[in-house]
């Protein structure tokens, strides 16, 4: 079975810096697809960033890039110039090729300091 | 377009009552989902469906049950409530599978339930 690991339970960051969220994930799949969700206090669930597993490319979306290390099965979401409204909860996924099932991590909280 | 529609937002059941969380998307998706959230976890998929009259289990079936009968809904019943079933209900919905952005599932704004 598939899952994926937060070993970060809480981060801090101050405004305008850039700050780096863990994720690692255990598969035996070759296809696969991987993706950052952010959940503010209202707990609306929101896709910040989604990876191919078959694409070589880090996936981009303005501040937001991963760096995804496929051998080591490490997904890690940075964050640049963050700011107050980016304080939420995230949650890395997993999803196989084949079902639109998602496997989720524990979750990071991540607090902005102004 | 509303997206994904819950009802009701909050819910208090006693031990042994039933019943029903509703879920509506107006965005023709056909697969949708329903999570639970615990407390400072992730969320757990409870059961899912990729079109009208197909559904399967997730990693937390017990205790629940559900039916797409349309693609719109997709109801979640919990019979005879648990305290373990305190939780935060989503519901979620996505087009597809396979290209990108089809994938995408949308969330709804969540239930949350106690059960005392």
């Known amino acids: 079975a598939q899952t994926v690991t937060q070993s970060q339970p809480e981060m801090s960051v101050q405004e305008a810096e850039t700050v780096t969220l863990s994720c690692t994930y255990d598969?035996?799949?070759?296809?696969?697809?991987l993706f950052w969700y952010k959940q503010p206090p209202s707990r609306q669930m929101i896709l910040v960033i989604r990876?191919?597993?078959?694409?070589?490319q880090n996936a981009t979306e303005n501040r937001f890039s991963v760096n995804f290390q496929k051998a080591a099965k490490s997904f890690s979401l940075k964050i640049s110039d963050s700011q107050l409204g980016d304080a939420a909860m995230y949650f890395c996924?997993?999803?196989?090729?084949?079902?639109?099932?998602?496997?989720f991590g524990q979750g990071t909280t991540l607090q902005v300091k102004p | 377009n509303a997206g994904v529609t819950q009802t009701p937002k909050f819910r208090i059941l006693k031990i042994g009552q039933s019943m029903t969380l509703q879920c509506t998307q107006d965005?023709?998706?056909?697969?949708m989902y329903w999570y639970r959230q615990d407390p400072g976890m992730g969320l757990k998929l409870i059961y899912y469906?990729?079109?009208?009259?197909?559904?399967d289990k997730g990693e937390v079936p017990n205790g629940y049950n559900v039916s797409r009968s349309t693609t719109e809904d997709f109801p979640l019943r919990l019979e005879l409530a648990a305290p373990s079933q305190t939780s935060v209900y989503f519901c979620?919905?996505?087009?597809?599978?396979?290209?990108?952005?089809?994938?995408?599932?949308?969330f709804g704004p969540g239930t949350r339930l106690t059960v005392l």
């Open positions: 979620a919905s996505s087009k597809g599978l396979a290209a990108e952005g089809t994938d995408t599932q949308y």
């Open positions: 598969t035996s799949e070759s296809d696969y697809y």
């Open positions: 990876q191919e597993a078959y694409k070589q």
């Open positions: 996924a997993y999803r196989s090729g084949n079902t639109g099932k998602l496997i």
């Open positions: 965005m023709n998706h056909n697969y």
């Open positions: 469906s990729v079109g009208a009259g197909i559904t």
